[in-house]
């Protein structure tokens, strides 16, 4: 995953998170509403730990893998 677009991700999740959380703190506690926009807001957070725990490879490396494997195929064939 480009760091961009898991940033980007991050940020809209965060976001969600925010507008969640806000949300829940005028809901009564214990209450079904309440249940559920907890569990969602957990499920945002869980998310938002995966995304950071992807790995971060630059443009430039995924754009030399194919010419490398290109040269590795025809160096196998000759």
């Not at 209450?31 to 945002?44: D, K």
């Not at 490879?57 to 196998?76: C, G, K, N, T, Y």
């Amino acid at each position: 995953m480009f760091a961009i677009e898991r940033d980007t991700q991050i940020a809209a999740h965060r976001t969600v998170l925010h507008e969640r959380s806000e949300t829940l703190a005028n809901v009564p506690a214990g209450s079904r509403p309440h249940a559920r926009l907890l569990a969602e807001c957990e499920s945002i957070s869980d998310e938002i730990e995966r995304l950071k725990g992807c790995i971060d490879i630059p443009r430039s490396v995924l754009a030399v893998v194919p010419v490398l494997l290109v040269v590795l195929v025809l160096a196998l064939i000759r």
